[in-house]
């Protein structure tokens, strides 16, 4: 056969061209290992973020827990509590955010979930020893540990995946957040049930434990670039060079700030992101609450229970992943199916949350208008959550970190409003109104994104 016929070609959307399959092979291997990484980092993130809302259910004198509960906190109390890991995780966004432009992304994001690990085994001795402000402050420790997980994921995304690709990318890194909340919740019910030294203490020990062991190998195994990767050859790493960025001008310049704070489509995707954080901040702090408080759900059925939405959210995300990736590749624009994505991820979750305050008396209900808006909620990751991602590959990193700051200021208010709101009682009608200011979130913001957003490369 002449040297011609064996050089495969192969086209489609990326603009593949490679020297023979074992460079496909190859290059797909490594860049599937990241993505699984990054996954299992978002996942572990979220476990972190996650179980405290668990934990504090048996840490907490109630009725659900038969009197069990080590300490006397109020709900409101409580929202401090829960808020208090959101302070630390704001704070350090948009200082990543440029940080990654110059230094990278890899050894912040390892560093930074190192010590959110590694802080999580101090969590039981802080309550013990210094009450709920000991607890607060090892928690705020947490947050700040987390703050690089999104602002890096991003920018390694960028990094690391074509742009035809990057719908169903971003939804199996972002869906990590999903999976890592199923794993938290049941097994944080088991734990705090049957777990060692009091129970609930050893939710932070077994999870502290298993995180640091990703970080380890995060750290020594994954690179930060092709360019950098010791597994890959010279021709795959020209080849990734040439389908990732060639679509794009070469990076030269300041950073565009006022052209990026002038124009709308990003403000529409700052204002879908706070939606989405005040919404789902609302679920995913206070459903275990809801559960014990309303339904009088023990704690060992709790985390089972609670986890049951984020398993359809987990599911779901990939497949609108999927979705819009093939919508973008049949000649959808990218505006259009951002748009058609976002709506599904967040008009669902806010008829579901307006709803849900009726189906009380039911358990097997009120369990499937959750699933039903959280699964839908799952669209978003191919909505504005990679949004920046189309409108600047370059400085993905920047703009997440500055939306996801704005976000989590914002999402960081959930459990306190949610907390005051039932602080007087937790009544189903004092529910209904902490499900209705949510679900109006969601409408609003949807809305917002759909007039002003757009798919179009800007910077």
């Known amino acids: 056969m002449a040297e011609k016929d064996k050089e495969k070609v192969v086209k489609g959307t990326e603009g593949d061209k490679y020297s023979n399959d074992g460079e496909i092979a190859t290059w797909r291997r490594t860049r599937c290992f990241v993505l699984m990484m990054l996954f299992l980092g978002m996942a572990n993130a979220y476990v972190m973020r996650t179980n405290m809302s668990v934990a504090i259910v048996a840490m907490v004198q109630s009725k659900g827990n038969e009197g069990k509960g080590e300490f006397d906190w109020s709900y409101k109390l409580q929202g401090y509590i829960l808020s208090s890991f959101f302070y630390g995780y704001v704070i350090t966004q948009i200082p990543f955010g440029f940080l990654i432009k110059y230094y990278g992304a890899k050894h912040f994001l390892g560093w930074g979930m190192l010590i959110n690990s590694l802080s999580a085994f101090l969590v039981p001795i802080s309550a013990r020893a210094g009450g709920y402000i000991g607890l607060c402050v090892v928690r705020f420790i947490q947050g700040l540990g987390e703050g690089p997980i999104v602002p890096c994921s991003h920018s390694l995304l960028a990094q690391w995946i074509p742009p035809a690709e990057r719908s169903r990318a971003g939804a199996i890194v972002y869906a990590g957040a999903q999976f890592g909340t199923i794993i938290s919740m049941p097994l944080s019910g088991l734990l705090a049930e049957h777990g060692f030294d009091g129970g609930w203490p050893s939710i932070f020990y077994v999870f502290g434990a298993v995180s640091t062991v990703w970080c ?71 459903l275990p609450t809801y559960m014990d408080s309303v339904l009088k759900v023990n704690i060992r059925a709790n985390g089972f229970v609670s986890a049951l939405p984020y398993v359809a959210m987990w599911i779901l995300a990939m497949v609108f992943g999927f979705v819009a990736d093939c919508l973008i590749k049949r000649s959808f624009s990218v505006t259009i199916t951002r748009k058609m994505m976002n709506s599904i991820g967040q008009y669902g979750p806010a008829l579901a949350l307006i709803s849900v305050g009726f189906a009380h008396h039911s358990l097997a209900l009120t369990c499937g208008v959750f699933v039903l808006g959280l699964g839908l909620n799952g669209a978003i990751y191919s909505g504005f959550k990679i949004n920046h991602l189309d409108i600047s590959p370059r400085f993905a990193g920047l703009l997440i970190s500055i939306t996801n700051c704005c976000a989590n200021l914002v999402g960081l208010l959930a459990p306190m409003v949610a907390g005051h709101v039932i602080n007087n009682g937790p009544t189903v009608e004092n529910w209904r109104i902490v499900f209705y200011i949510s679900g109006g979130v969601f409408f609003f913001c949807a809305t917002f994104y759909n007039i002003f957003a757009s798919g179009k490369f800007l910077w």
């Not at 080849?239 to 310049?253: F, M, R, V, Y």
């Open 216 to 286: 380890i190998i995060f750290l020594c195994l994954v690179d930060e670039n092709p360019d950098m990767s010791s597994r890959i050859s010279p021709a795959e790493r020209r080849h990734i060079t040439e389908t990732i960025w060639k679509a794009q001008p070469e990076d030269s310049g300041p950073m565009p700030l006022l052209k990026i704070f002038r124009a709308m489509p990003f403000y529409a995707i700052l204002v879908a992101h706070v939606g989405q954080n005040y919404g789902y901040e609302t679920l995913m702090t206070m």
